[in-house]
C-alpha cells in the first residue's frame, strides 16, 4: 500500500511539475524579443508598391533590395509603415522609408531601394516611316516590352494605326501614340468640290476649289469659283463642302 502511495505521489508531483513547465514558457514566450527578418522587411515593401502604383499586379515585376540583416526588436505590438517619396514616381527605381513602431512608439527607420519594372503592350515601327506615308501591316507590329518608363499614351493595338499615316518621320523601332499619327486627309488643297447651301427646301450648288487639306467633317477654306470669294464650309465627303447661310 505505501509502495502504490508512493507511486501516486510521485505521478502527481510529475503533473504538476509539467503544467508549472508549461505555463512558465508560455510567459517567457510573451516576454521575449522579436526578430523582424529582411524577408519579412522585403516582402512589406512589394506589397506597399503594389497598393499605390497604377498598374495591375500582373504588370509589375518588382525587386526589392534591402541592405541590412534581421533586426531585433523588443516585445511588443509591432507596426509597420512603408513611405516612398513624395514625386509620384509610377516605375522605375523608387526609395522607399520603414518606419518600425513598437507599443506606438517609434522605434527604428530604415531606408529601402527598389526597381519597378512595367510590362506594356506597345505598336512599334519595323521599318523606317516617313512623313505623310500610310501606316499599314508592313510596316508596323504589336511588342510586348518591360520598362522602366512606362509609355502613358502608347498605342496598344495596331488597329489604332493602320490605314493613318505618319504626322512625322519615325524611325525603325519607335512606339507610337497618337500624336505621331494622324487622319489621312479626305481631301487636298486645290481639290476640285461642289459647294452645297441647304436652307428648308431650297438648295444652291456652286464650284468651288479647296484652299486646305481636310477629314471628313472638318472645317475647310474653299474658293467659289463663280463669286471669286473665299468661304468656310464643313467636308460632307469628297466631293462635297456644305456652307451655311
Known amino acids: 500500500m505505501k509502495i502504490r502511495n508512493?507511486?501516486?505521489?510521485?505521478?502527481?508531483?510529475?503533473?504538476?511539475c509539467l503544467s508549472t513547465f508549461f505555463l512558465m514558457g508560455n510567459i517567457?514566450?510573451?516576454?521575449?524579443?522579436?526578430?523582424?527578418?529582411?524577408?519579412?522587411?522585403?516582402?512589406?515593401?512589394?506589397?506597399?508598391?503594389?497598393?499605390?502604383?497604377?498598374?495591375?499586379?500582373?504588370?509589375?515585376?518588382?525587386?526589392?533590395?534591402?541592405?541590412?540583416?534581421d533586426i531585433i526588436l523588443p516585445p511588443g505590438k509591432k507596426e509597420l509603415f512603408y513611405k516612398t517619396g513624395g514625386n509620384n514616381q509610377r516605375a522605375g527605381r523608387i526609395p522607399l522609408t520603414l518606419q518600425i513602431k513598437i507599443n506606438g512608439n517609434f522605434?527604428?527607420?530604415?531606408?529601402?531601394?527598389?526597381?519597378?519594372?512595367?510590362?506594356?503592350?506597345v505598336v512599334k515601327t519595323i521599318r523606317s516611316v516617313r512623313k505623310?506615308?500610310?501606316?499599314?501591316?508592313?510596316?508596323i507590329q504589336l511588342e510586348t516590352i518591360q520598362t522602366e518608363r512606362p509609355w502613358k499614351n502608347a498605342l496598344t493595338s495596331t488597329d489604332l494605326a493602320i490605314g493613318f499615316e505618319?504626322?512625322?518621320?519615325?524611325?525603325?523601332?519607335?512606339?507610337?501614340?497618337?500624336?505621331?499619327?494622324?487622319?489621312?486627309?479626305?481631301?487636298?488643297?486645290?481639290?476640285?468640290?461642289?459647294?452645297?447651301?441647304?436652307?428648308?427646301?431650297?438648295?444652291?450648288?456652286a464650284p468651288g476649289i479647296l484652299k486646305e487639306d481636310g477629314f471628313e467633317g472638318a472645317m475647310?477654306?474653299?474658293?467659289?469659283?463663280?463669286?471669286?470669294?473665299?468661304i468656310y464650309g464643313r467636308i460632307m465627303d469628297a466631293n462635297t463642302v456644305?456652307?451655311?447661310?
Open 220 to 230: 475647310v477654306q474653299v474658293l467659289n469659283i463663280e463669286s471669286k470669294k473665299v
Open 132 to 139: 505623310g506615308e500610310m501606316i499599314s501591316s508592313d510596316n
Open 166 to 205: 505618319a504626322g512625322r518621320n519615325l524611325p525603325v523601332g519607335k512606339i507610337l501614340t497618337a500624336k505621331f499619327i494622324k487622319k489621312p486627309a479626305l481631301v487636298s488643297r486645290g481639290d476640285k468640290i461642289l459647294i452645297l447651301a441647304e436652307k428648308g427646301s431650297m438648295k444652291i450648288t
Open 107 to 121: 522605434y527604428k527607420r530604415i531606408r529601402i531601394n527598389s526597381r519597378v519594372l512595367v510590362t506594356q503592350d
Open 28 to 69: 517567457a514566450t510573451a516576454s521575449e524579443t522579436q526578430v523582424l527578418t529582411v524577408e519579412e522587411i522585403e516582402k512589406g515593401a512589394i506589397e506597399k508598391l503594389v497598393s499605390i502604383l497604377p498598374w495591375e499586379k500582373d504588370l509589375l515585376e518588382i525587386n526589392v533590395y534591402y541592405k541590412g540583416e
Open 242 to 245: 456644305k456652307v451655311t447661310f
Open 6 to 16: 508512493n507511486i501516486i505521489f510521485l505521478k502527481h508531483f510529475f503533473c504538476v
